[in-house]
T-cell receptor, first 115, second 113 residues
């Protein structure tokens, strides 16, 4: 069990560029979450997957954001045409919905800076 | 989703007990009370959760009021490593495992040596 892994840990980009973040959950965790966190605030829910199905999306997830989990394992979060307001820490978490306490295991996050 | 209210910040001395309060007056019967904490520069980590009865684990204790409108996370002996933001979260579902976690701003705990 190597924990939730996120890549890259840091990304600096210019406004208007596209960025993609990857999350590798704990193996056999069927549920995967994406959150966004800005300085001084708690994490804000973006979306979650159960296996490969995207079950819920927050209204924070604008049309420029897209998340996938094609084979029910790793997930990607893409932000198109980045804006300075997208600068934040993007957190991924995973859990299993049976046989556990339902606790979420978080990665260390991917920090995005949009110049 | 039912909301929680926590103090913005608290201070503690090292090796002393810490009681972190949380109010959740609109809690429903199926809401579990979860606590997570976030150390600096890390993702949140699970601390403890409960429904009605008080709960203990190796990290902390959770005391739940009889009417369930409030709860208290208890760290029995604070260490410097316990300095973090503590989040009290209500989560629906029969085992607390359904749906997502909605975080508030939490309580920033400072621990003085």
């Amino acid at each position: 069990d190597t924990g939730v892994s996120q890549d890259p840990r840091h990304k600096i980009t210019k406004r208007g560029q596209n960025v993609t973040f990857r999350c590798d959950p704990i193996s056999e965790h069927n549920r995967l979450y994406w959150y966004r966190q800005t300085l001084g605030q708690g994490p804000e829910f973006l979306t979650y997957f159960q296996n490969e199905a995207q079950l819920e999306k927050s209204r924070l997830l604008s049309d420029r954001f897209s998340a996938e989990r094609p084979k029910g394992s790793f997930s990607t979060l893409e932000i198109q045409r980045t804006e300075q307001g997208d600068s934040a820490m993007y957190l991924c978490a995973s859990t299993r919905t049976s046989g556990g306490t339902g606790e979420l295991f978080f990665g260390e996050g991917s920090r995005l800076t949009v110049l | 989703d039912a909301k929680t209210t926590q103090p913005n910040s608290m201070e503690s001395n090292e090796e002393e007990p810490v009681h972190l309060p949380c109010n959740h007056s609109t809690i429903s019967g199926t809401d579990y009370i979860h606590w997570y904490r976030q150390l600096p520069s890390q993702g949140p980590e699970y601390v403890i959760h409960g429904l009605t009865s008080n709960v203990n684990n190796r990290m902390a204790s959770l005391a739940i009021a009889e009417d369930r409108k409030s709860s208290t996370l208890i760290l029995h002996r604070a260490t410097l490593r316990d300095a973090a933001v503590y989040y009290c979260i209500l989560r629906v579902g029969p085992s607390g495992s359904q749906g997502n976690l909605i975080f508030g701003k939490g309580t920033k705990l400072s621990v003085k040596p």
